[in-house]
C-alpha cells in the first residue's frame, strides 16, 4: 500500500512539473544600472521590478501575449512576453540598444524585435537622406521597404503577431519619414543661411544659473535640442562627447537644450527637471547644458519650427544661422561643416 502511495505521489510531482507554467519568469544583469527598478508595462499592464546593487533582478509576470516596453530609467526596448516563457535579459546601458540580448525560452521573439530596432535606425538615417535629391530619396525609401520586408519575413520562427504588425507599420513609418523631411526643407528655406538667428533668454543652466543665446556672441554655438526620453537624442551622446573634446578650446561653444515637459513626465514640470538633472548628472553631459522653460512651447523651439529630435543648430559669432537643420555629432557631415567655417 506503501509503495502504491508513494508511487501515486511521484506521478502527481511529475504531471504537475510538465504542466506549462502560466506565468513568465524573467531575471537579467544590467551593467551600469540607471535606476534602482525596471519597469515593464504596454498600455493597459505595468510591473515595477526591483534592481540588486549589482545590477541582477528577477521576477515573476502574468500577463497577456504580446509587445512590451521595458524601461530602465529613461531608456527602454521592446520585450515579447508570453506566459510559459523563461526569459534571461543582459544589457550595458553606455550602449543599450547595440547590447540588450535575450536567452532562454521565447528569447528570439524579442531579440528579433531588438535587431529589427537596431536594422530601422541604420537604414533610416536622417542625414543622409535629406542629402538626397527627391528622386534620389524616393528610390532609397522604397529599397528600405524591400529591405525591410525580406528582415520580417525571414524567420519563420518569429509569431505571427510580431510579424503582421512590423509589416502594417512600414508605410506609416516611412510616411512620417517623408513628412519630417518635407518639413525639414521648408524650414531650411525659411531659416537660411545668413539670417538672424532666433534666441533664447534666459534659460536654466545645469548650475542652477541662466544662460542666454547673446552671451555666447563672438563665438559659434553648435546647439542640439534633445529630450530625456528620446533614444536617438540619447544614440547621439557618446558622439558629442568626442566632439567637444576634439574643439575644447576652440572657437564654440556647445549648448545642450532639453525639452523635457510636463506631458513626458506624469504630468509634473517638477518631475520633468528633476529627470534632465539626473540624467546630465548620471551621464556626465558636457557643455552647457540648459532647460527650456517650456519644453515644446518654447519660443526658441517655436522659431525654429522644432517639430523632431534630435535637432542640431549651428549659429555663427555674429549670431547669424549657418545651419538650422545642422548633421549629428555621428555624421562625417559635421566635421566638413566644421572645416567650412574655420572652426
Not at 555621428?330 to 561643416?337: A, F, N, Q, R
Request: proline share 3%; charged share 30%; glycine share 6%.
Amino acid at each position: 500500500m506503501k509503495k502504491i502511495v508513494y508511487f501515486l505521489l511521484v506521478l502527481t510531482i511529475m504531471s504537475c512539473q510538465n504542466e506549462p507554467k502560466d506565468y513568465v519568469s524573467i531575471s537579467g544583469q544590467i551593467t551600469d544600472k540607471n535606476s534602482d527598478s525596471v519597469v515593464i508595462r504596454n498600455r493597459t499592464y505595468s510591473k515595477t521590478i526591483a534592481v540588486n546593487e549589482d545590477g541582477s533582478f528577477s521576477d515573476t509576470l502574468k500577463v497577456e501575449t504580446g509587445t512590451y516596453s521595458f524601461y530602465d530609467g529613461g531608456e527602454s526596448t521592446s520585450i515579447f512576453l508570453k506566459n510559459g516563457y523563461d526569459l534571461t535579459v543582459t544589457l550595458d546601458t553606455k550602449m543599450f540598444d547595440e547590447t540588450v540580448k535575450y536567452t532562454g525560452n521565447g528569447a528570439e521573439q524579442s531579440n528579433f524585435l531588438a535587431e529589427k530596432s537596431l536594422l530601422q535606425e541604420k537604414m533610416l538615417d536622417l542625414d543622409e537622406l535629406l542629402l538626397l535629391d527627391s528622386i534620389s530619396r524616393e528610390e532609397k525609401f522604397v529599397s528600405i521597404k524591400t529591405a525591410l520586408t525580406e528582415f520580417y519575413n525571414a524567420d519563420k520562427s518569429i509569431d505571427t503577431s510580431i510579424v503582421n504588425s512590423s509589416l502594417k507599420s512600414i508605410d506609416p513609418m516611412l510616411s512620417s519619414y517623408r513628412r519630417y523631411i518635407d518639413a525639414d526643407l521648408a524650414m531650411k528655406r525659411d531659416l537660411p543661411k545668413g539670417a538672424p538667428s532666433p534666441t533664447f533668454e534666459n534659460y536654466e543652466n545645469f548650475n542652477g544659473e541662466t544662460t542666454s543665446l547673446s552671451d555666447l556672441k563672438g563665438k559659434y554655438v553648435y546647439i542640439d535640442v534633445w529630450a530625456t526620453w528620446c533614444g536617438p537624442c540619447k544614440a547621439e551622446i557618446p558622439s558629442l562627447k568626442k566632439v567637444e573634446k576634439d574643439y575644447h578650446g576652440k572657437n564654440i561653444a556647445f549648448v545642450s537644450m532639453s525639452i523635457d515637459d510636463d506631458r513626458s513626465h506624469g504630468g509634473s514640470w517638477e518631475k520633468a527637471n528633476e529627470d534632465w538633472k539626473k540624467m546630465v548628472s548620471e551621464k556626465e553631459l558636457g557643455g552647457i547644458q540648459i532647460f527650456a522653460p517650456e519644453g515644446w512651447q518654447s519660443e526658441f523651439v517655436k522659431n525654429y519650427k522644432i517639430n523632431g529630435i534630435p535637432r542640431f543648430i549651428l549659429v555663427d559669432p555674429e549670431g547669424n544661422i549657418v545651419s538650422a537643420s545642422a548633421p549629428r555629432p555621428s555624421s562625417d557631415e559635421l566635421i566638413k561643416l566644421f572645416d567650412e567655417e574655420n572652426i
